[in-house]
């Protein structure tokens, strides 16, 4: 079956940016290597579940991109705005693809451009630009209830209401798996998908490390994988530049949080994880 069509600018958004973080120093590594606990656990699933329980920004992205690749894009779709209730920018791209070209849901141009805007929020050039195309695409009317739709997304999905959440899911955990004895295993492999099209893999001995549990330093690891990426648009296997204007922002008014807003709701399960 051919991939949905939506996928060509997905993949633009996803495989076209540049590696992740420079790889940490000799230094930093061993520094986090003695810091890592060195026991292992007995129940990997369980420290697997509880990071991932911690992050629902990544849980629900991953499963997301389970779905699409179980050819299932109505439930991808799902996974999709859930993970964008928890601030997560990529999914919040995916959404916009979606809707734009009505994969798995409705096709809805001006509300695709509000997810877009959304996704752009913290000035990540490869949204910004693919924002400035969907504006460019709609028309006046479409822009009109593009601004119209994207207060409602805004108020529900926007950093103001959606990081706190995710601040909260990582305190909470933090504190749960400091609290138990469930320790550390260094065999266990969680993967993070990231950009290039391959995962980042996140073994035991990273479990702890500062910048998956602590808000603010979270934030700053997204940003330094997501904020200068190169997007292109995708014609029958080749791949061209598209010029936009990366100074311009959002043209959403700005909203009052909806801090106790409801939910996407979907299956509740985890991703599927290596234990090799």
């Given at each position: 079956?051919?991939?949905?069509?939506?996928?060509?600018?997905?993949?633009?958004?996803?495989?076209?940016?540049?590696?992740?973080?420079?790889?940490?120093?000799?230094?930093?590594?061993?520094?986090?290597?003695?810091?890592?606990?060195?026991?292992?656990?007995?129940?990997?699933?369980?420290?697997?579940?509880?990071?991932?329980?911690?992050?629902?920004?990544?849980?629900?992205?991953?499963?997301?991109?389970?779905?699409?690749?179980?050819n299932d894009p109505a439930a991808a779709f799902g996974f999709f705005q859930r993970a964008g209730f928890y601030s997560d920018k990529v999914s919040q791209a995916m959404v916009a693809e979606m809707l734009w070209n009505g994969t798995g849901t409705a096709a809805n141009k001006p509300l695709a451009y509000a997810w877009m805007d959304l996704a752009a929020e913290r000035g990540y050039k490869g949204f910004i630009e693919l924002r400035e195309r969907y504006w460019a695409a709609l028309d006046a009317a479409g822009q009109t209830q593009a601004i119209a739709e994207g207060e409602a997304v805004y108020a529900r999905f926007g950093d103001?209401?959606?990081?706190?959440?995710?601040?909260?899911?990582?305190?909470?955990?933090?504190?749960?798996?400091?609290g138990s004895r469930t320790g550390f295993a260094s065999n266990v492999k969680i993967f993070v998908p990231g950009p290039n099209g391959v995962d980042e893999q996140i073994d035991g001995s990273?479990?702890?490390?500062?910048?998956?549990?602590?808000?603010?330093?979270?934030?700053?690891?997204?940003?330094?994988?997501?904020?200068?990426?190169?997007?292109?648009?995708?014609?029958?296997?080749?791949?061209?530049?598209?010029?936009?204007?990366?100074?311009?922002?959002?043209?959403?008014?700005?909203?009052?949080?909806?801090?106790d807003a409801l939910e996407p709701q979907t299956e509740d399960i985890q991703p599927k994880v290596d234990h090799k």
């Open positions: 079956m051919n991939a949905p069509r939506y996928l060509g600018a997905a993949l633009a958004v996803v495989l076209l940016l540049p590696g992740m973080a420079q790889a940490a120093s000799p230094a930093t590594k061993a520094k986090a290597a003695a810091a890592a606990p060195s026991d292992p656990t007995d129940d990997p699933v369980m420290i697997t579940a509880g990071f991932l329980n911690g992050h629902p920004d990544l849980r629900f992205r991953m499963l997301g991109m389970e779905k699409l690749r179980g103001d209401a959606a990081m706190p959440r995710l601040n909260q899911a990582m305190r909470r955990e933090r504190r749960r798996m400091t990273k479990f702890y490390d500062e910048r998956y549990w602590d808000p603010d330093k979270y934030r700053q690891y997204q940003d330094s994988i997501w904020m200068t990426p190169r997007v292109g648009r995708v014609d029958v296997g080749t791949v061209s530049t598209v010029p936009a204007d990366p100074g311009r922002s959002s043209r959403i008014p700005d909203v009052a949080p909806q801090a």
